[in-house]
């Protein structure tokens, strides 16, 4: 969804963020305050991924019971006072499996939408600098990159790594690096040519310096919001590979993993399997996506796109 | 604008090339050897002798640059090599299999521009009343929820309600089109939901845009009727914007179907790329990723080309681009 948006206002510069033009400082504390007044959607999205990071971090305190370890006595237990979301087909604790699921979600989320960015605005940020025939190739591969659907990409590099949580992150965050490297660029070749770049050009800077002191702190803003979108997209895609069979195997509890009975037998006899994980996906996506939108507007009220 | 089609479609071309290369090197490198999968060394009861004279007879023991040569040498004339799950031809396999996903993604796109387009227009009338303030929240959560889990939760509320059950046979389109139209309306709702829900946005926040133009004020200055200056004088103005973020949305479509095939065990193209990659089934893994690759190359450069059309500025725009 990003993508498109970010194409469209690719050209618009960023230069705004330079932070000689930047709002002062005010005090910590009544910043604060004034961002939960103005955006108030962001800071509950904010303090729901807060509480989720932290059941994770402190799962083996919340959790009820053990996420791996079945009951044999209760198989497809409906919610219930004992069982607050059910259980599986194993008699695991379905609650205490997307507690420990979420550890799972979040570390591949954030490792592939922190490394794809990452990679992405290096390669972007250097290619937009330097320009000439290196920009050009790699731009070609980049746009060939793009062709591909996101979860394609990821799925043919999962399927070539193997399933360790190191490589769901490198194959989801594949497809993440053209689409940072693209919007880096655009933002670098406006920069390039402002006023303050000449000038540290003029004094003598080298251009490692001038790429790492004022070029990349002002393409940060957008990439900032392109992460949280990503952060969101990754976690999807990592339920989609599980579920496919190609992420987390078995008995590592996951979101997708979880999902992936067959949906016509269950619906009649235990739905809450299938039903609680995607719920809680959409939940964890819903607000990484409204924090992206205050970020946003927080850093550039210009682009209220409101997409 | 001639000019413009030639430079557009050589770069569509050297994408495809480097499209063709990555899906190359990515297949090449899967560490679950065809040759060890079809010799069915799994067992124990393989020489490697036995290995080493199937990689040959595969053509994978030379060296990487010709066998990249030799493969698209055979993709240019269409010739994508034999499935080694099916044991049929992966041109053949695709052709059989691409109806099902083209019906899906067409009736995904319907609803999705059929619902998305007047539900964002109605939201950006009525902005900042409940209506609006409903359809954002709406959407919004269709944006986050996974597509695929959507799509298990028609399924149970299918079963539950309805007594569904999975077809055994998927009825293709030209055999009998109704009960083909009402097996896949559930897949291509599934999937079509993002799409609805962010073109639905998208529509919202151009026509804002546009509907605070000077040349609306003027046009309901003179006197016209709302309802001609919403959808004669604003929607047609917004609409280039609109059919762009189409045109992208349906090569994403094909990536969504990858999951939602499988959830529905639809017999299409989306369900053939998982299967051909799972299996280490080269060939098809290959040539079907290629080929969903191709498909959206083809589609941006379809927007391209209509923009370019609808739109004279961007030709010289994007000569630069």
Redesign the interface.
């Not at chain 2, 944006?143 to 996974?146: F, K, R, S």
């Not at chain 2, 399924?155 to 539950?160: A, E, F, N, P, S």
């Given at each position: 969804m990003r993508d498109i948006v970010a194409s469209t206002t690719e050209l618009e510069p960023y230069a705004s963020f330079h932070p000689a033009i930047a709002p002062q400082k005010a005090g910590r504390n009544t910043r604060l305050w004034n961002l939960v007044q103005n955006q108030p959607l962001g800071a509950i999205s904010a303090l729901i991924l807060l509480v989720i990071v932290l059941s994770a971090i402190f799962a083996p305190y919340i959790a009820p019971y053990d996420p791996t370890g079945g009951n044999s006595a209760a198989l497809y237990v409906p919610p219930s006072g004992q069982y607050w979301l059910g259980t599986d087909a194993f008699g695991r604790d379905i609650l205490s499996r997307l507690i420990y699921g979420a550890r799972v979600s979040l570390i591949i989320g954030f490792g592939a939408s922190i490394l794809g960015v990452v990679i992405g605005t290096a390669i972007g940020v250097t290619c937009g600098y330097i320009g000439g025939w290196v920009d050009s190739i790699a731009q070609r591969l980049m746009d060939a990159m793009l062709a591909f659907p996101m979860l394609l990409l990821a799925l043919a590099m999962a399927a070539v790594l193997g399933s360790s949580i190191q490589n769901v992150i490198i194959a989801l965050a594949m497809p993440i690096v053209p689409r940072a490297a693209r919007i880096s660029r655009a933002s670098t070749l406006v920069l390039k040519t402002t006023t303050f770049i000449e000038a540290s050009r003029a004094i003598g800077c080298s251009n490692l310096r001038i790429i790492v002191q004022h070029i990349l702190p002002n393409t940060f803003a957008p990439l900032l919001v392109i992460s949280t979108a990503y952060l969101g997209l990754a976690i999807v895609q990592e339920a989609a590979l599980d579920y496919l069979g190609a992420g987390i195997q078995e008995p590592q509890p996951s979101w997708g993993l979880m999902m992936s009975g067959s949906a016509t037998t269950l619906a009649l006899t235990a739905p809450w399997i299938v039903l609680f994980p995607g719920v809680a996906i959409s939940i964890v996506v819903l607000a990484s996506n409204l924090l992206g939108d205050a970020i946003r507007d927080v850093l550039d009220p210009k682009l209220q796109r409101n997409v | 604008m001639t000019g413009y089609i030639i430079q557009r479609l050589a770069?569509g071309f050297?994408?495809?090339?480097?499209?063709a290369?990555?899906?190359f090197l990515?297949?090449r490198?899967?560490?679950g050897d065809a040759a060890v999968m079809m010799s069915g060394a799994g067992s124990g009861v393989v020489s490697e002798q036995e290995i080493a004279q199937v990689r040959h007879r595969l053509g994978i023991d030379r060296p990487l640059v010709v066998q990249f040569a030799d493969w698209a040498g055979h993709v240019a004339v269409l010739d994508f090599g034999t499935s080694l799950r099916t044991g049929s031809p992966v041109i053949e396999d695709i052709a059989r299999r691409f109806p099902y996903t083209l019906q899906i993604v067409v009736l995904a796109m319907i609803i999705a521009i059929g619902v998305g387009v007047p539900a964002g227009v109605l939201s950006s009338w009525l902005a900042g009343t409940w209506v609006d303030r409903t359809l954002q929240t709406v959407t919004?959560?269709g944006?986050?929820?996974?597509s695929?889990?959507v799509g298990?939760?028609i399924?149970?509320?299918?079963?539950?309600f309805f007594q569904?059950?999975?077809p055994l046979f998927w009825e293709p389109f030209w055999v009998s089109p109704f009960k083909s139209m009402s097996q896949l309306i559930w897949p291509a709702i599934s999937v079509g939901i993002r799409q609805l829900a962010?073109i639905a946005?998208?529509t919202?926040?151009i026509m804002?845009e546009v509907l605070g133009e000077d040349y609306i004020r003027t046009a309901r200055a003179k006197g016209l009727s709302e309802k001609r200056v919403v959808f004669r004088h604003a929607l047609w103005n917004g609409a280039l914007?609109i059919v762009?973020?189409i045109g992208?949305?349906v090569?994403?479509l094909?990536?969504?179907l990858?999951?939602t095939e499988?959830?529905f065990s639809v017999p299409g193209l989306g369900q053939y790329?998982?299967q051909s990659?799972?299996d280490?089934d080269y060939p098809a893994?290959q040539g079907i990723?290629l080929v969903?690759?191709?498909i959206?190359?083809l589609g941006?450069l379809a927007v391209d080309l209509l923009y370019g059309l609808l739109d004279p500025r961007t030709r010289v725009q994007g000569a630069g681009a």
């Open positions: - | 770069t050297v994408t495809l090339f480097g499209v290369v990555i899906v990515i297949m490198v899967l560490p919004i959560i944006l986050a929820a996974p695929f889990w298990l939760m399924i149970l509320g299918l079963v539950y569904w059950s999975a962010l946005r998208m919202r926040s804002r914007p762009t973020l992208f949305e090569a994403a094909f990536g969504g990858i999951v499988t959830v790329v998982v990659i799972l280490r893994a990723v969903l690759a191709g959206v190359v941006n």
